[in-house]
């Protein structure tokens, strides 16, 4: 497990070099001075200017520049957000929450509904009920995320008034944000109407979640199904029929559990998947997350927004990645010896 | 294991009675908390807290009304000034002194930031205007130093300064007489401010959260203002009338049209301004549309100087050949008001027994023949080239015009600029004859009758027809100088009167304001003129509701509304 750790964090650290290589490399092909792209100090005196050029060691050569970059971006400071002129790191990390809150949700919402159906699909394999899921996933796979958008606030919140469409608590609720994670924070929160407000934040976060969920949960279905099929097929399953068990017993304590361990390898692929099916459905569910806010940057002509925001979102997609790992060689202890696991 | 079933379905049936007894609490909550508070779904952000230093519509729709007061609020609906913070004033005979007996009980907010140790005195109100006027004033160039009000109304000038004769008594000494400088007062743009915070902000050296955390004496105080987001305000307690029936106020900042469309419809704000799709709106019973006719005018306006609109017998030939009806069918939607005056019906100077307008080609022709222009001529029109609320689109309005006039046998060139452009040129005057709008500032009728078309007004620039009239003048000035409103109404509807004889421009329409509300919320928003009120909002809860349905009054005085503008 120590070897498996360690070549997890050798491989996220030179991910991270490369990733904030290529950010650093935008600052120079984004129009504009260098300097001003990557500090976002557009406002700057001139002897502001000359310590900024010193702190970044714009007079030295480019190694010395990255390293320079480099430094900063482990201390934290991202530069000023070109359009708002405030601390990018403390826009992110007031936005992020609300974007890893959606995306959690609809991560949830898309194994809870795509693996049970992938698995009736397989167990119901070649008969009507297969042929029935199989062909609804690829109708959801093929709907366009901001249609369905659309679609879902025009029927439930127009039509039916069920969901509210906008944003991610009423705004009569005032809710002190503490951790960021909206949840979390009504739960801490003294409010006398806590309960109304968990209720409320349930009924918004219900829409743009299911929204995100559609695509991810089609592919949830088909990763269910083939894993599932592919079991059933295995030589222990047939040694536990020739035994006797019942079918049911073969699948709740022998098919599921193997299977969902081929699955949950491919969650953490899907979640980059989801974050980009986010950016698009919090502009359209007006959710106050990071993906709203990199999109209006880039509307903005916001450099050093765009690019740091770029580089803290891939981040933190591989940090899942990692986690799905180690979940994954948790509960698999043959990945653990597996000598080609750079994925 | 017949047991441990039987405990399995205690536990379910429990869990299940306590949820329904949860949400049964909830319900009850909710309704109270939604019940108590009102969102309103705001097109844009305030520039700042303080209406003294702009004057963008956004911000004073957010400022002006909530937070502050004023010595002396105008009532629109019964066109009188009447008393706000002070309960009474005094004007002398001359008309150079006008002295305010303040109210004794008034506090300002007591917010997380400051709290008020007295109440509200003459120290207050004399802080708040030396503010704007005093170039000296330490708190002056806070925020700019820019006072665009107080500037173009040159009330620096005819303000010669403010004495405290006691605490609660101030005197104003004019430099000349002004009628219309307590309409000044009245406006949006006169706000109160604390002294005593001001005070409290020096020592703490932070002068500039003066117009960023406001304190006032208004209904509301804020509570919260998140940039591009929400501003959230709360009642003020001790507000100085009857507190406000609603414990919160908030405003949804949703600058996108359809934005606030869907919010309305799913039932997400109380309140939308400026909606759009009014026949979507107007299709759901719980919803309303309401409007209210804006202090404004669209008009054709000619230049006097250059032939052949020097001839009084041409203009008016062309204000018979023009179908006004047509114009608002096409331009506005039919959203907008015919202007037969230059005042809109709801200023008090309006005169109910002007005759309307007739459009009658016929009369138009023997007109232009008695003229001379029997053949007819040709001219050009200038179309305004951008949108404003008085005119939303003039070349299509030119364009009719054009098509009006052929019939006479004039022919119409249609000519437009980039508005900086236009508005220069005008000056210069340049022009035949034009297409523009006026806006009113304040609701004195003397704000339409003078900078439109006064001779002093020409040099202003205000007034591109270069019509001077001295009767007309003399008129104007007269109903200035007297305090007697009747008096001044007959002097506006002499001046009206000239006005019709000499058609220096054709008044076309008064254009309305929208807004689209729950038919839950019950009181007035939307004012003639100035930014919008929430201190008679109150919400209905939906049992109530259902009642007020078929009974109440003022759901049928809205639908009366309603039918008005669709």
Same mark, same amino acid.
């Given at each position: 497990m120590l070897v498996f750790t360690l070549r997890r964090l050798s491989l996220f650290t030179f991910t991270m070099l490369l990733l904030t290589l290529?950010?650093?490399?935008?600052?120079?092909?984004?129009?504009?001075?260098?300097?001003?792209?990557? *500090?976002?100090?557009?406002? @700057?005196?001139?002897?502001?200017?000359?310590?900024?050029?010193?702190?970044?060691?714009?007079?030295?050569?480019?190694? =010395?520049?990255?390293?320079?970059?480099?430094?900063?971006?482990?201390?934290?400071?991202?530069?000023?957000?070109?359009?708002?002129?405030?601390?990018?790191?403390?826009?992110?990390?007031?936005?992020?929450?609300?974007?890893?809150?959606?995306?959690?949700? @609809?991560?949830?919402?898309?194994?809870?509904?795509?693996?049970?159906?992938?698995?009736?699909?397989?167990?119901?394999?070649?008969?009507?009920?297969?042929?029935?899921?199989?062909?609804?996933?690829?109708?959801?796979?093929?709907?366009?995320?901001?249609?369905?958008?659309?679609?879902?606030?025009?029927?439930?919140?127009?039509?039916?008034?069920?969901?509210?469409?906008?944003?991610?608590?009423?705004?009569?609720?005032?809710?002190?944000?503490?951790?960021?994670?909206?949840?979390?924070?009504?739960?801490?929160?003294?409010?006398?109407?806590? =309960?109304?407000?968990?209720?409320?934040?349930?009924?918004?976060?219900?829409?743009?979640?299911?929204?995100?969920?559609?695509?991810?949960? *089609?592919?949830?279905?088909?990763? @269910?199904r083939t894993s599932m099929i592919e079991v059933l097929e295995t030589s222990y399953i047939r040694a536990a029929r020739a035994k006797g068990l019942t079918f049911q017993q073969i699948i709740f304590r022998h098919a599921i559990r193997n299977s969902l361990i081929k699955i949950i390898r491919h969650v953490g692929l899907q979640f980059a998947n989801l974050v980009t099916l986010a950016m698009v459905t919090e502009v359209i569910f007006s959710w106050p997350g990071i993906g709203r806010w990199l999109i209006e940057s880039i509307y903005q002509r916001d450099y050093t927004a765009i690019e740091s925001g770029l580089l803290v979102l891939s981040c933190f997609i591989f940090i899942v990645h990692i986690l799905t790992d180690f979940i994954y060689a948790a509960l698999n202890p043959l990945a653990r010896g597996n000598k080609h696991g750079a994925r | 294991?017949? +047991?441990?079933?039987?405990?399995?379905?205690?536990?379910?049936?429990?869990?299940?009675?306590?949820?329904?007894?949860? !949400?049964?609490?909830?319900?009850?909550?909710?309704?109270?908390?939604?019940?108590?508070?009102?969102?309103?779904?705001?097109?844009?952000?305030?520039?700042?807290?303080?209406?003294?230093?702009?004057?963008?519509? !956004?911000?004073?729709?957010?400022?002006?009304?909530?937070?502050?007061?004023?010595?002396?609020?105008?009532?629109?609906?019964?066109?009188?000034?009447?008393?706000?913070?002070?309960?009474?004033?005094?004007?002398?005979?001359?008309?150079?002194?006008?002295?305010?007996?303040?109210?004794?009980?008034?506090?300002?907010?007591?917010?997380?930031?400051?709290?008020?140790?007295?109440?509200?005195?003459?120290?207050?109100?004399?802080?708040?205007?030396?503010?704007?006027?005093?170039?000296?004033?330490?708190?002056?160039?806070?925020?700019?130093?820019?006072?665009?009000?107080?500037?173009?109304?040159?009330?620096?000038?005819?303000?010669?300064?403010?004495?405290?004769?006691?605490?609660? !008594?101030?005197?104003?000494?004019?430099?000349?007489?002004?009628?219309?400088?307590?309409?000044?007062?009245?406006?949006?743009?006169?706000?109160?401010?604390?002294?005593?915070?001001?005070?409290?902000?020096?020592?703490?050296? +932070?002068?500039?959260?003066?117009?960023?955390?406001?304190?006032?004496?208004g209904p509301f105080k804020l509570k919260e203002y998140r940039v591009?987001?929400?501003?959230?305000?709360?009642?003020?307690?001790?507000?100085?009338?009857?507190?406000?029936?609603?414990?919160?106020?908030?405003?949804?900042?949703?600058?996108?049209? !359809?934005?606030?469309?869907?919010?309305?419809?799913?039932?997400?704000?109380?309140?939308? +301004?400026?909606?759009?799709?009014?026949?979507?709106?107007t299709q759901h019973n719980d919803l309303l549309l309401e409007a209210v006719t804006s202090l404004n005018v669209g008009y054709l306006g000619f230049n006097v100087n250059k032939a052949p609109f020097d001839n009084k017998l041409v203009r008016q030939a062309i204000s018979y050949a023009i179908n006004k009806e047509t114009l608002l069918e096409a331009v506005y939607q039919g959203k907008a008001e015919i202007a037969n005056s230059l005042i809109p019906e709801t200023s008090w100077a309006f005169d109910q027994t002007l005759p309307k307008q007739e459009f009658n080609p016929a009369?138009?022709? #023997?007109?232009? #023949?008695?003229?001379?222009?029997?053949?007819?001529?040709?001219?050009?029109?200038?179309?305004?080239?951008?949108?404003?609320?008085?005119?939303?689109?003039?070349?299509?309005?030119?364009?009719?015009?054009?098509?009006?006039?052929?019939?006479?046998?004039?022919k119409v060139n249609i000519i437009s600029y980039q508005w900086s452009t236009f508005l220069q040129r005008l000056k210069q005057g340049k022009h035949q004859s034009f297409l523009l709008g006026w806006s009113a500032q304040h609701a004195d009728p003397n704000n339409f009758f003078s900078p439109i078309l006064s001779c002093s007004a020409i040099q202003a620039g205000t007034n591109s027809t270069f019509w001077c009239n001295q009767k007309y003048d003399a008129i104007i000035k007269k109903a200035l100088q007297t305090t007697n409103i009747n008096q001044r109404k007959k002097y506006y509807a002499q001046a009206t009167a000239i006005l019709t004889q000499e058609v220096p421009l054709i008044p076309i329409a008064h254009t309305k304001r929208f807004q689209a509300r729950g038919n839950n919320i019950m009181g007035n928003i939307l004012a003639p003129f100035g930014g919008i009120n929430f201190y008679q909002v109150s919400k209905l809860n939906l049992t109530k509701k259902k009642k007020l349905d078929t009974h109440s009054p003022q759901r049928i005085l809205s639908n009366i509304n309603n039918t008005g503008v669709n």
């Open positions: 290529l950010s650093f490399s935008l600052n120079f092909l984004f129009p504009g001075e260098t300097i001003i792209n990557l *500090t976002g100090a557009i406002n @700057a005196t001139p002897n502001q200017l000359i310590e900024l050029n010193d702190a970044y060691q714009t007079h030295r050569n480019i190694f =010395w520049q990255y390293l320079a970059y480099l430094s900063h971006i482990i201390n934290g400071d991202l530069g000023l957000s070109m359009a708002s002129q405030s601390e990018i790191s403390t826009e992110i990390v007031n936005l992020l929450p609300a974007t890893i809150e959606l995306s959690l949700v @609809a991560l949830l919402i898309a194994m809870f509904i795509g693996v049970p159906l992938g698995f009736i699909a397989a167990i119901k394999h070649n008969k009507f009920t297969d042929n029935l899921i199989l062909s609804v996933s690829m109708l959801g796979y093929s709907i366009p995320v901001f249609w369905l958008g659309l679609l879902a606030i025009l029927t439930f919140s127009i039509s039916l008034g069920w969901f509210p469409s906008a944003g991610q608590i009423s705004l009569l609720f005032e809710i002190e944000p503490v951790t960021g994670i909206q949840f979390i924070d009504i739960l801490l929160s003294q409010s006398p109407y806590k =309960w109304q407000a968990f209720i409320d934040a349930t009924a918004h976060i219900i829409l743009p979640a299911c929204v995100i969920a559609v695509a991810p949960a *089609t592919i949830f279905i088909r990763l @269910a | 294991m017949a +047991a441990l079933q039987m405990n399995y379905y205690k536990i379910i049936t429990l869990s299940l009675l306590s949820l329904l007894l949860l !949400t049964a609490c909830i319900e009850e909550g909710k309704l109270s908390l939604s019940e108590r508070s009102v969102i309103y779904c705001a097109e844009g952000s305030p520039e700042t807290f303080n209406p003294q230093l702009i004057t963008s519509s !956004t911000t004073i729709d957010a400022t002006s009304n909530q937070l502050y007061d004023r010595l002396i609020t105008y009532q629109s609906d019964v066109n009188t000034l009447s008393p706000a913070l002070a309960k009474s004033w005094h004007v002398t005979p001359d008309g150079k002194k006008i002295t305010f007996y303040l109210r004794k009980n008034v506090v300002f907010h007591h917010t997380d930031f400051f709290t008020p140790s007295r109440f509200l005195n003459a120290d207050d109100v004399i802080f708040s205007f030396n503010r704007a006027l005093d170039a000296e004033h330490p708190y002056h160039i806070v925020s700019g130093g820019n006072y665009p009000f107080f500037q173009n109304m040159g009330l620096s000038d005819l303000i010669e300064n403010i004495e405290k004769i006691n605490d609660y !008594t101030i005197r104003f000494h004019l430099s000349h007489a002004d009628n219309s400088f307590l309409h000044k007062l009245a406006t949006d743009f006169a706000i109160i401010l604390s002294a005593e915070y001001a005070e409290q902000l020096t020592k703490q050296k +932070a002068k500039s959260d003066i117009d960023t955390h406001p304190v006032g004496t591009g987001s929400l501003i959230r305000f709360y009642r003020h307690e001790q507000y100085w009338r009857e507190p406000v029936k609603i414990e919160q106020l908030v405003f949804d900042i949703t600058p996108s049209n !359809t934005g606030r469309l869907t919010k309305l419809l799913a039932k997400e704000c109380d309140i939308a +301004a400026y909606p759009i799709a009014h026949e979507e709106i009369l138009a022709k #023997t007109l232009l #023949t008695l003229a001379g222009y029997a053949e007819g001529f040709t001219m050009d029109l200038w179309a305004l080239p951008i949108q404003r609320p008085y005119n939303p689109n003039a070349i299509t309005m030119a364009k009719i015009i054009q098509s009006n006039l052929k019939r006479i046998d004039i």
